[in-house]
């Protein structure tokens, strides 16, 4: 197990190597010249070459590469001319931590609702409720993030006042405020992933409930609620933290549009503001930042295979 860890983590590191060359790559292939959007409309030739030299874009794309590499590895990840902040200080200490908590509360949401109604439509199968329940899935997966924060925004916070439209309030400095002011981005972020969580708790709890092993706990004479919980719902958790691992990548777009709406400033708004202004040092952190979480889950969720499941275990 030791060294099927290693050998994970090594791929991480590639992978990582390889994210970070292809971005950086691209950001130099977009269109629009950073120092021009720096220096503004009017300047001469001397001035754009000493800005040049001094960001070090007067060099090589290799060279390039490798001293943002080098620098990034040990912190530093530059200056935003546009927050006129410390890239590292705006990233990493500051939006990285929003788009963590609103990820946070969106995946306990999704767990909370989506298994248990999962459970319920699986048990209640061919039942209104079971049909009810696969509405709802259908209707959240099709919705529109965007549009449904746009009318959360408009129902529980104009009309009836009940939540904040907007701001961010840390729940590591006021625990209650910070749960107060993330529920409605919580659930815009979170409706597809309790209508997917649904399904996929749905199907193969169906499947796994028809197993011998099933009718054999119900012939022993144990209580229903451990032959559904503890028989049935261990053995689909497998397969369910591996949708949310794949998923991740999803989670993490649509942090984008929903920070935009209420605006939350995490990387999805980071990045936004990075790219409307050819600030390509943000916007590589903030790709480097999404990657490296996006990676390190998944490498999680692998490594976390042995524990779920005994016979992946090496026996050696």
Known sequence: MLRQAFGKIGQ???????VSFASFGLLKLA???????MLGSEYSPQAYAALSA???????????????????VRGDWGTSYVAR???FTYGFLEALPVTLTLASFSLAFAILIGVPLGVLSAVRKDTIFDAGAAVFALTGTAFPSFLLGILLIWFFGVKLGLFPVMGYVSPWQDFWGGIYHMILPALTLSTY??????????????EVLAQPYIAAARARGEPG??????????????????????QLGTLLQGTVLTETVFNLPGIGQMLTSAVLG???????AGVMMTATLFIVVNLLVDLSYPILDPRLRDRK
């Open 12 to 18: 991480t590191l590639v992978v990582l190597f390889i």
């Open 225 to 246: 609620w451990r032959v559904i919980w503890v028989h049935g719902v261990r053995n689909i958790a497998l397969p369910l933290v591996t949708i949310l691992g794949l």
């Open 278 to 284: 050819r600030e390509y040092g943000v916007v590589q």
């Open 193 to 206: 992933f309790i209508a997917m969580i649904t399904r996929l708790t749905r199907a193969t709890l169906v």
């Open 85 to 87: 902040t410390d890239i």
């Open 54 to 72: 001094e960001l070090g874009l007067d060099q090589p794309f290799w060279t390039q590469y490798a001293d943002w590499a080098l620098n990034f």
């Open 31 to 37: 269109p629009g010249d950073p120092i021009q959007i």
